[in-house]
């Protein structure tokens, strides 16, 4: 059982970046793959990032590439998500999934936070 809590989230104004983060409970942390994925209201939960449990393989979703950044410290249970460059179209809650398999599909993750609210104004 893996439980996570989201943190870092706010109003920002459009260019500015934040960095979300993702404390874990367990000692098995560097066993799961970490994600990140967000939902704007009335749209579906989008794919964000995702990361193998050693931290060398990163995915990201085409939409954040080049302006997201996501890293993780097993030490301290920890997975990061640097925002930058951000778009009012980045506007949606952030959610950190922990499961077996990096990637985009949000079935594969099997435990979930509940989110931090990122606000970007134009």
């Known amino acids: 059982q893996v439980q996570l809590l989201e943190s870092g989230g706010g109003l920002v104004q459009a260019g500015g970046s934040l960095r979300l983060s993702c404390a874990a409970s367990?000692?098995?942390?560097?066993?799961?793959?970490m994600a990140w994925f967000r939902q704007a209201p009335g749209k579906e939960r989008e794919f964000v990032s995702a990361?193998?449990?050693?931290?060398?393989?990163?995915f990201y979703a085409d939409s954040v590439k080049g302006r997201f950044t996501i890293s993780r410290d097993n030490a301290k249970n920890t997975v990061f998500l640097h925002v930058s460059s951000l778009k009012p179209e980045d506007t949606a809650v952030y959610y950190c999934a922990a499961g077996s398999v990096p990637g985009s599909n949000w079935r594969s993750f099997a435990y979930w936070g509940q989110g931090t609210q990122v606000t970007v104004s134009s």
């Open positions: 990361i193998n449990g050693g931290g060398e393989i990163t």
């Open positions: 367990g000692r098995t942390f560097n066993t799961y793959a």
